[in-house]
């Protein structure tokens, strides 16, 4: 009954900002880190951002400074504040847990 679920996608105009969460059930979450990817229409899923189960982040060098990632253990969740908003952030933003994905929610950057 592991369980990762997105929300907070949506369409925003460039320069616009979104915050994306994701709410994990069924394991301990303070035990695991948490990641960010992205992955748009015909290319590579990508890791996006990462954070440890003490905090530390790590970021891909084309959203840093821009986003930020956070969690909350007593809400079982983990954030993507995303800032300064570009049509090439558009994608599908997925929450994974080692050997967990989950189903992703959709970010579409757009005038």
């Known amino acids: 009954q592991v369980q990762l679920v997105e929300s907070g996608g949506g369409l925003v105009q460039p320069g616009g900002s979104l915050r994306l969460s994701c709410v994990g059930s069924?394991?301990?979450?303070?035990?695991?880190?948490m990641s960010w990817y992205r992955q748009a229409p015909g290319k590579e899923r990508e890791l996006v951002a990462e954070?440890?189960?003490?905090?530390?982040?790590t970021y891909a060098d084309f959203v840093k400074g821009r986003f930020t990632i956070s969690r909350d253990n007593a809400k079982n969740a983990v954030y993507l504040q995303m800032n300064s908003l570009t049509p090439d952030d558009t994608a599908v933003y997925y929450c994974?847990?080692?050997?967990?994905w989950g189903q992703g929610t959709q970010v579409t950057v757009s005038s």
């Open positions: 069924g394991f301990t979450f303070s035990s695991y880190a």
């Open positions: 994974n847990r080692v050997l967990r």
């Open positions: 954070i440890t189960t003490g905090g530390v982040t």
